[in-house]
């Protein structure tokens, strides 16, 4: 095994303690002392690895999305129909590592810090469009392209709306019974469209 510097371990360290800050807190209105200190460093030691706080926060949100990525990618591959494909994506973003209260926390501060920061928006983007381009993939094997793209639009609203509704009031949502309704959503959608097409959805 390689070894891993003590600067990547302080970095990944940083970026974790970032994520516990937030989830304490419920916002980005944290210090870069207290996230050093929470990761056993010194604000000195994070500041000349990060710069500034919304650098490590973005660090932060990068190892959100990566982690989130490997949990669709792991489901996404062993899915062979279409439909078992978007409830693959559906599970990952209900999945409980993903639906951690820190990690919605983290989330809606991340909402919040894209309309003042122009790399958060971008990061954002990116998070968005592959989410809209894997649901439209699999949408577009069984409805007409214009279709695919608003349920997209829909199912990834549904999923946004869940956690913001769990980061605002204290995670009263239930993470199954979510992904139950937002999978409900795309199938009674799938269902009407194919009656209209007279058809069978696959």
């Not at 439909?83 to 993903?98: G, M, V, W, Y």
């Not at 869940?162 to 959503?185: Q, T």
């Amino acid at each position: 095994m390689p070894k891993i510097g003590m600067e990547a371990v302080r970095k990944e360290a940083l970026v974790k303690a970032a994520i516990a800050e937030v989830g304490a807190t419920g916002s980005t209105a944290v210090t870069v002392a207290g996230i050093a200190r929470r990761a056993g460093v010194s604000p000195a030691l994070a500041h000349h690895y990060f710069g500034s706080k919304d650098a490590i926060f973005l660090a932060a949100m990068r190892s959100i999305l990566d982690d989130f990525g490997r949990l669709v990618r792991d489901r996404y591959d062993v899915s062979e129909h279409p439909r078992d494909r978007l409830h693959a994506i559906i599970d990952a973003c209900f999945e409980p590592s993903q639906f951690d209260p820190a990690i919605v926390s983290a989330w809606l501060a991340f909402y919040v810090l894209a309309h003042r920061s122009a790399e958060a928006a971008r990061l954002l983007t990116v998070y968005q469009r592959r989410l809209d381009s894997n649901l439209v993939f699999a949408l577009e094997e069984l409805v007409p392209k214009p279709d695919a793209r608003r349920l997209a639009s829909g199912i990834a609203a549904m999923i946004d709306g869940y956690y913001i509704r769990a980061a605002l009031h204290g995670f009263p949502v239930d993470r199954k019974e979510a992904a139950g309704m937002v999978s409900d959503y795309v199938d009674l959608n799938l269902s009407t469209l194919a009656k209209a097409e007279g058809t069978t959805a696959a």
